[in-house]
């Protein structure tokens, strides 16, 4: 008999962890796949983009719940994902990261009896005023099967109580969704489009609620980019978060009408990683960013008090800074190295393989 698997997918950071761990398993004879789409990001260029271009089969399931309040959003996944989860009795469920999404579709298969494979366990910022913390706080409590990027996890999960035979270190399956497109990031050549060369730019992305969404603080980090872009051409894909709160606070102008600032649309991963893969340095509050910053070396400035990805600073080319800390930690990296060597451990784009093995073999034997 076939297992039958659902993938649930939702917001952005899904589509490109999902897709590696897709293929590893469409291929398999032992399972029939299902890909749950939630609609919690439903914009082309948030969603149908990235399942474009990594091949990910239109979704079996589109739930279509679009965006609200955390309530709204994760009551509205729930209640359209059980219907599914009933009909179908998943042999596993499948969910990834840290966003609504995870968590809701954790709670209905759980609330069933179904088995719940969590695909980047263990991450903790120590930070419960993010809505993320609290995702993977309840989705790792819950999980039968908790698959992790990095020793910290494995670490994270025993300290709250994990048994470690329900723990898996896979590595990290964003460096396969990098090494699965790598020909095509470096046959893709964007700086023409912006009038920028090789490393003479810096990619910034924030769209976190605890950088956009207070006006004080978004005052302060429009000025810290327009300190940046003295220095050097920013080019700065814009998430609908982050442009509406520009709006909202009146600041969006003062970006868009900088001579040394390129506004631009959210990117396609491609596109995206084609133009970080060629900057001189990112200044960002992504979790994804973080790690393939570290993967190729290039220098990270991440605007945050905490990451759950520490391996990323003691192993990796990252770097927490602040508002305040922003300009000066600009300037050393201007001064220092244009690239940093680093590796960890497991991220070498087997991980779709070891996690594809690793559910084979639970199939086998009864986690519940
Ligand atoms: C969500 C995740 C976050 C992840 C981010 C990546 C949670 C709690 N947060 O945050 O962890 O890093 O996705 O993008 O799950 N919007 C659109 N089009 C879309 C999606 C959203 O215009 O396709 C707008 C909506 O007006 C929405 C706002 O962006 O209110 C924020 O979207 P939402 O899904 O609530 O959270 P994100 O900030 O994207």
């Not at 990323?312 to 602040?322: A, D």
């Amino acid at each position: 008999m076939r297992s039958l698997v659902h993938i649930i997918v939702g917001a952005r950071p899904n589509f490109m962890k999902a897709a590696p761990l897709w293929h590893a398993l469409s291929a398999a004879e032992w399972c029939d796949l299902r890909l749950v789409h939630t609609g919690q990001h439903y914009s082309p260029e948030m969603s149908d983009v990235f399942l474009e271009e990594f091949r990910l089969p239109k979704p079996h399931y589109s739930l279509g719940v679009g965006s609200g309040s955390h309530a709204e959003q994760t009551a509205a996944v729930m209640v359209a994902y059980e219907k599914i989860a009933v009909a179908e009795r998943p042999d596993w469920v499948v969910v990834i990261g840290d966003v609504n999404s995870t968590l809701a579709a954790t709670l209905v298969a759980k609330k069933l009896n179904l088995r719940v494979a969590h695909l980047e366990a263990g991450l903790r910022s120590f930070d419960r005023t993010m809505p993320e913390e609290i995702n993977r706080i309840v989705t790792d409590a819950l999980a039968d099967l908790l698959w992790t990027p990095s020793v910290d996890g494995d670490e994270n999960l025993v300290r709250e109580g994990v048994s470690p035979e329900r723990i898996e270190r896979v590595g990290n399956v964003m460096i396969d969704a990098f090494e699965m497109m790598r020909l095509r990031i470096e046959a893709s050549n964007p700086l023409e489009k912006y009038g920028i060369a090789d490393r003479k730019f810096a990619v910034v992305t924030l769209h976190r609620p605890s950088n956009v969404d207070d006006p004080a603080r978004l005052l302060s980090l429009v000025d810290g980019i327009l300190e940046i872009s003295k220095r050097l051409l920013v080019v700065m894909p814009v998430h609908p978060r982050t442009r509406q709160r520009l709006i909202t606070a009146g600041l969006i102008e003062r970006l868009s009408l900088d001579r040394n600032m390129r506004l631009i649309e959210p990117l396609a991963y491609v596109d995206f990683m084609a133009l970080v893969t060629r900057a001189r340095f990112v200044v960002t509050d992504s979790g994804g960013v973080q790690e393939e910053t570290t993967y190729l070396g290039i220098p990270c400035l991440t605007m945050r008090d905490n990451t759950e990805r520490p391996i990323t600073i003691t192993e990796g080319s990252n770097l927490l800074i602040s508002d305040a800390s922003l300009v000066s930690a600009v300037d050393d990296v201007l001064n220092g190295p244009e690239r940093k060597a680093g590796s960890v451990d497991l991220w070498d784009g087997r991980a779709a393989e070891r996690i594809a093995a690793s559910l084979h073999r639970r199939s086998s034997c009864n986690l519940r």
